[in-house]
């Protein structure tokens, strides 16, 4: 391509190539129609999309797939700081070293003189420094100041147990964790259980099984989020291989009772098992 070839006396080609193509796309007078009406709000909901495709990928483990991804998820960058370098802000460049020295300056017992040596000592540690830039930029004191209130819901509950963590708000052992997640469910029980359930109490009793499940998938150093997709595509597989094996026989999965679904069910998990 033209543009890459143009640009390979670059240390990074390939970024300035799509830099490059960026700023053609944007092009007032000879580019794209669709990526010139585009802004950094409208951009929001491709950018959430592309995060979930690159995690996808990833769990699938295509390398193929991953690169691919990756790259959309690149160019989301690349075309907001097109669209910031147009007003004045800032550009690609400029976030990156931001970042740069973001993480020499989180890492000290890399780049500094400090001794961090554990995970435990280095994750209180960037904590720390957090701490201490949120402070440098005057902002709310809370323990949670700077945390976004749209995030997913679970990664929210994540950050939110991690940030009271930091202060003490934390159990020290799993029992309790595990104790607490039983408390929960006893109390969904209770309230499914009584004569005229409350559809709003049920909902927030569940969310409070939630966010204890959350908590032990910290407090068991998993990410609940990863756990979760992990199951998911473990669950959507091995029904797939049902819809398989049934369409052998000329069957499809509606055509049985759930007796008969679930055997279908053990049968793939046992075979997927042993594999």
């Known amino acids: 391509m033209a543009v890459t070839n143009s640009l390979t006396n670059n240390n990074f080609p390939g970024v300035a190539a799509l830099l490059e193509v960026m700023r053609r796309l944007r092009d007032p007078e000879t580019g794209c129609p669709w990526d010139l009406k585009q802004t950094l709000t409208s951009l929001i909901p491709y950018?959430?999309?592309?995060?979930?495709?690159?995690?996808?990928?990833?769990?699938?483990?295509?390398?193929d797939?991953?690169?691919d991804e990756l790259g959309d998820l690149l160019?989301?960058?690349v075309f907001y700081?097109?669209?910031?370098g147009e007003q004045g802000l800032f550009d690609f460049d400029q976030v990156a070293?931001?970042?740069?020295?973001?993480?020499i300056r989180r890492h000290p017992h890399v780049f500094g003189d400090t001794t961090a040596q554990t995970d435990a000592e280095i994750k209180q540690q960037w904590e720390q420094i957090k701490q201490q830039e949120r402070a440098?930029?005057?902002?709310?004191?809370?323990v949670f100041a700077?945390?976004?209130?749209?995030?997913?819901?679970?990664?929210?509950a994540q950050k939110l147990q991690k940030r009271a963590a930091t202060v003490g708000f934390d159990w020290e052992h799993l029992a309790p964790v595990l104790a607490k997640i039983k408390e929960e469910i006893a109390e969904v029980e209770e309230e499914l259980e009584r004569t005229n359930p409350s559809q709003d109490a049920i909902e927030d009793e569940i969310g409070d099984v939630l966010f204890a499940v959350v908590n032990l998938a910290r407090h068991a150093q998993v990410n609940p989020e990863h756990a979760l997709r992990r199951t998911n595509l473990k669950f959507k597989q091995r029904f797939?291989?049902?819809?398989?094996?049934?369409?052998?026989?000329?069957?499809?999965?509606e055509d049985l009772n759930l007796e008969q679904l679930e055997a279908e069910w053990q049968r793939v998990k046992q075979q997927t098992q042993s594999d």
């Open 65 to 67: 797939d991953i690169k």
């Open 75 to 77: 160019f989301q960058v």
């Open 146 to 156: 700077g945390i976004p209130a749209n995030l997913p819901s679970m990664l929210l």
């Open 136 to 142: 440098d930029k005057g902002a709310d004191e809370s």
């Open 81 to 84: 700081t097109q669209l910031t």
């Open 240 to 253: 797939q291989a049902i819809e398989r094996r049934l369409a052998k026989q000329n069957q499809r999965a």
């Open 47 to 63: 950018t959430i999309e592309e995060a979930y495709e690159v995690a996808a990928a990833l769990t699938e483990g295509n390398t």
């Open 97 to 103: 070293q931001q970042t740069a020295d973001k993480l």
